[in-house]
């Protein structure tokens, strides 16, 4: 199996980082938020911008959104695990991307080895969208593993 690893990190200098570290947990809840972070940072707030943007062009930021606890929001969540045949990677992750319940997808090598996990407002209407999943890709071996206890509260990366 062939992997791409992209040279991010050797693009980024120290501001760079300072911005992402800012931005992954401690995203200012304000009106202009870029003004913020560039004070923090001893930057310009266009300098900010142009960062980021590049940083997203570069595909090191993914996106730039909250996230929320599923549960108290009336949402449920679970993690899934496919079975996908190499030459169907690609196509079965964009099908995947395609819906808005998933936030995240990746691949490990084992048999199962493409995983995504999937929030949606009942365990039902994740079923159903992993059907539709299952029939558009032609992949049927799919499983669902949804939580029964959290220990994992926050995902930050120290850059």
């Known amino acids: 199996m062939t992997y791409r690893l992209l040279p ?36 310009t ?4 911008i142009r960062r980021i943007k590049g940083l997203k062009q570069e595909g090191i930021i993914r996106r730039i959104g909250g996230n929320f606890v599923p549960e108290k929001l009336g949402y449920v969540s679970t993690l899934c695990a496919a ?6 990677i690609d196509s ?8 808005s319940g998933v936030t995240h997808n ?14 949606a407002p009942s365990m039902e209407a994740i079923e159903e969208s992993l059907a539709e999943i299952a029939k558009k890709t032609g992949v049927a071996d799919i499983i669902s593993l949804p939580a029964t206890r959290v220990f994992k509260i926050r995902a930050a990366f120290s850059l």
């Open 92 to 99: 079965f992750a964009e099908t995947v991307n395609e819906y």
């Open 83 to 88: 079975s996908v045949p190499e030459d169907k």
């Open 45 to 48: 707030e266009d300098n900010v």
């Open 106 to 119: 990746y691949i490990r090598e084992d048999r199962f080895n493409v995983w995504f996990t999937f929030i």
């Open 8 to 43: 991010h990190l050797a693009i980024m200098d120290d501001t760079d980082r300072t911005i992402l570290n800012i931005i992954q947990s401690d995203f200012p809840l304000v009106p202009r938020p870029f003004e913020v972070i560039a004070k923090q940072v001893g930057t």
